[in-house]
């Protein structure tokens, strides 16, 4: 039985953060599996049953299935952003039932927090793939009204014709939804296959082969070229990560109305130089 009574006494001087986001931030879950299990009634706060709209401090006492969850993984992670060029053959996630190589393979350790990807690319899809230990930054640059733009270099099989490139333009109706392209620039190619960047404003899968399928084209070659202001860099080769120092990573929290990481309220980081990652950790 849900109990209906405040959870928190909360005092003017203390900082609360809704149960969901910290949990998730502590790496137990995703907002969307954390949200569940407080409609199962699994997490307490200060002994009382925990309702959705919750909201929590470090000073709380919160259990999952009657474990208390330490204040050391409570506290919030440093800020931390990698960049990696995916290459084909990998999947993002980091568990897979088939046995493929991840993109979490090659990721540095997280120490505190856990990564969290920034969008998905599928398995034939390389190129720029961002990831944080900050949820909040994660869910803001994925979130359709911050319009994020995406650019994408892609290669199509196929006789393009200019009233193509205008229904890409103008919006095409999906299974899902219309969808189009904000910008198409050509780069070049030679004979049925052609060079194209695209840029869209939304993450929805396989958005972009689907648009090109839908005039009767095959996408031979994708690759994500730029998110928001952040582009490949052009040193970064294929396989590996490089950590964003705090001028980059306080690009990406300007673009979602986010505090400087000086100030940031989930990273107390100072600023640092941009790493480079050569970890290959060996598939189990």
Known sequence: MFINTPLLNIKD????????????????????????????????????????????????????DGRKISLKRLNPPKLRVICYHKPEGEVCT???????????????????????????????????????TDGELANRLMHPSYEIEREYAVRVLGKVTPEMLEKLKAGIELEDGKANFSKIVEAGGEGANHWYHVTLSEGRKREVRRLWEALGLTVSRLIRIRFG???????????????????????????????????????????????RSHHTRRRR
């Open 13 to 64: 001087n203390i900082m609360t953060e809704k149960l969901q986001k910290v949990l998730a931030r502590a790496g137990l879950g995703s907002r969307r599996e954390i949200e569940t299990w407080i409609q199962k009634g699994r997490i307490k706060v200060n002994h009382q049953v925990a309702q959705l709209g919750a909201r929590v401090s470090l000073e709380d006492d919160i259990r999952l």
């Open 94 to 132: 980091r568990r897979d039932p088939e046995g493929r190589p991840s993109v979490f393979e090659k990721f540095p350790p997280a120490k505190q927090g856990r990564w969290i990807l920034v969008g998905r690319l599928d398995i034939n899809t390389s190129g720029l793939l961002l990831a944080t």
């Open 229 to 275: 202001e952040f582009k490949m860099p052009a040193r970064l080769r294929t396989g590996q990560t490089m950590e964003l120092d705090t001028t980059m990573q306080n690009q990406l929290l300007q673009q979602v109305n986010l505090k400087p990481a000086a100030t940031h309220s989930l990273s107390r980081r100072k600023s640092s130089t941009i790493s």
